[in-house]
């Protein structure tokens, strides 16, 4: 059987829908979650979605993507503009990488206009809203077929 794509969400991103809605719109993340579930299906995909608040575990999700995931979908949130730690893990990976931000990080204050996590990733989507996951699994796609 085929080897799921991860989609890490990081930070906070369980808080999705329920506040700052002018930032990141009005989803949950089960809805954003249930979303990329039908796509995948759409494009011959399983999804193993996964959030946390730790970074640790963000990382130790990545070790285990080593051997059990085809590609890894990743908004580390926060992280992305700290995490040293996440960005070695994903460079112990050897699939593709996608970042995604919900809002334009480039719009937003200085300290967010940095991600670590770019380094390493095929290919951002920032500013798309809940939509740059599914725009971001659609690449995938392509990039695992
Ligand atoms: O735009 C994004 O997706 C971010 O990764 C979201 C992070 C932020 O620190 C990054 O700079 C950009 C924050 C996620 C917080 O999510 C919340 C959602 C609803 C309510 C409160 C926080």
């Known amino acids: 059987m085929a080897k799921p794509i991860f989609v890490l969400n990081g930070p906070n991103l369980n808080l999705l829908g329920l506040r700052q809605p002018e930032i990141y719109g009005r989803e949950t993340l089960g809805d954003v979650e249930a979303a990329l579930n039908r796509l995948a299906g759409d494009l011959g995909l399983v999804l193993e979605c996964r959030q946390s608040n730790h970074e640790g575990e963000l990382v130790d ?4 993507a080593r051997m059990a995931a085809a590609g890894i979908l990743i908004n580390p949130g926060a992280y992305s503009h ?57 690449r995938m796609a392509g990039l695992v077929a």
């Open 61 to 64: 999700w990545i070790h285990e």
């Open 82 to 138: 700290t995490s040293v730690a996440i960005l070695d893990a994903l460079n112990a990976f050897e699939g593709p990488v996608l970042e995604v931000h919900i809002s334009n990080i480039h719009k937003r204050e200085a300290f967010r206009h940095h991600s670590y996590v770019s380094a390493r990733a095929e290919g951002v989507i920032a500013g798309f809203g809940t939509e740059g996951y599914l725009l971001a699994l659609r």
